[in-house]
């Protein structure tokens, strides 16, 4: 629930309206007669209670969501920066050592993200977390499978490169069971369960910090403010839509690794495209203009991206992808709720390197083939 707290920061808030925990888990209570049991405490701070509750629960899986999120919001300041290391990792930390202390076998499913393979032109396409690679030693060429080399281009990025390698340890020492999802950027904003209610309706964030870029321009369109493309908006990423993003979770926790076999790694992204086409797109469907940048982050101007996702292909996924008209789904949603925008916290203000008044080019920008 920290999200709720950087909102008192940040002095914006979800273009959604966002009922208190309590009312989302009474509604959802009468809808589906089930119950969502609610403890309150910081993963990172309170060990004890954490162990407590697991050793209590006999968990068959944790899905571990308790990460600050944002890369603009862990590069606003020293603070920022602290706060999401000191937050991510040390929740990440005190889950993984809980589970070994509680002598149970609890799955971890983690909340990763496709940033942790860089975003420079790889020249390949993205393999599943681990790289084959071919060396030379004394006795001939060998065959190694390591993990993929982590590129984070943000503190918030980092901090998932840094999971991944507690992940390693935890794995090899302890024989924890642990997925890593390496996620792309969501988009849409509702599923079947948050349609049922008004009061199940999910955040949606459309300010420079927390706002992901297809939403964020989807929102733009409809208050009339121009499309926020950064640089030459040459930038190509991964992305999802948030109810395949809800099935890939359900699938990663009913497919657990077997025990003492390594972190299992999903990449889940169902497609890749350019800022610069989503901004077209957008354009195209709304009319809306589309306005250049300065560029507040460090990286590459333009990049190619290709991302394998066959393990969750093969699981059954069926894509919903940006063609499929859902769009319009986003819009509905953001019209509806419109007149709680405010139009001043569009704009990214946070910047990787300490100006906004420079072009954040990126070291990343030379490796562009
Ligand atoms: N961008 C614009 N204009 C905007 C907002 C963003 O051009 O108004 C550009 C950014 O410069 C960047 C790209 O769009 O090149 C993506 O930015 P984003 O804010 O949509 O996504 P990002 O900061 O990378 O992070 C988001 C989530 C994070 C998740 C990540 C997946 O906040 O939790 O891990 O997407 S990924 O990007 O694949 O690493």
Same mark, same amino acid.
């Given at each position: 629930?920290?999200?709720?707290? @950087? ?31 609610? &403890? ?38 020293? &603070? ?45 396409? @993205? ?18 499978? @390591? ?7 943000? @503190? ?27 996620? $792309? ?45 950064? $640089? ?50 957008? %354009?195209?469907?709304? $009319? ?35 063609? %499929? ?37 990126? %070291?990343? %920008?030379?490796?562009?083939?």
């Amino acid at each position: 629930m920290s999200r709720r707290t @950087i909102d008192i920061e940040l002095g914006c808030d979800s273009l959604t309206p966002i009922s208190s925990i309590f009312k989302r888990i009474e509604r959802w209570k009468e809808l589906t007669g089930k119950t969502i049991e609610f &403890y309150n405490f910081d993963i990172s701070r309170n060990y004890h209670r954490l162990l407590t509750l697991i050793k209590d629960f006999e968990p068959d899986t944790v899905v571990h969501f308790a990460e600050q999120r944002a890369a603009p919001y862990s590069m606003k300041s020293s &603070y920022h920066k602290r706060y999401t290391v000191n937050n991510n990792l040390s929740g990440t930390n005190n889950l993984l050592a809980a589970i070994v202390e509680s002598q149970l076998d609890v799955h971890t499913v983690h909340l990763g993200t496709m940033g942790v393979y860089g975003y420079q032109t790889a020249g390949l396409q @993205i393999p599943e977390g681990y790289l084959k690679v071919f060396v030379e030693t004394d006795e001939g060429q060998k065959e190694l499978d @390591i993990m993929y080399p982590p590129s984070p281009g943000s @503190i918030y990025h980092m901090t998932k490169t840094q999971d991944a390698l507690l992940f390693y340890f935890y794995n090899k020492n302890d024989g924890l069971r642990i997925t890593d999802l390496h996620q $792309g950027v969501v988009w849409g904003t509702t599923t079947e369960e948050t349609e049922m209610d008004v009061v199940l309706v999910n955040r949606f964030d459309y300010d420079g910090d927390y706002g992901t870029v297809l939403n964020r321009f989807l929102v733009q369109a409809v208050v009339g403010h121009p499309l926020t493309v950064h $640089g030459t908006g040459g930038q190509t990423r991964a992305f999802i839509h948030i109810r395949d993003m809800v099935k890939c979770i359900r699938m990663a926790i009913d497919n657990p690794p077997e025990l003492w076999s390594r972190v299992e790694i999903f990449n889940q992204a169902t497609e890749t495209h350019s800022v610069r086409y989503l901004a077209q797109l957008v %354009s195209e469907a709304t $009319g809306a203009e589309i306005r250049y940048f300065k560029n507040p982050r460090k990286e590459a101007l333009e990049n190619r991206l290709t991302v394998k996702n066959e393990k969750f292909m093969r699981l059954g996924l069926n894509p919903i992808k940006l063609e %499929s008209g859902i769009m319009n789904e986003v819009i509905q949603v953001a019209d509806k709720y419109k007149h709680r925008c405010d139009k001043s916290r569009i704009i990214c203000t946070s910047c990787w390197c300490n100006d906004m008044e420079v072009d954040c080019q990126g %070291s990343d %920008s030379e490796q562009v083939n």
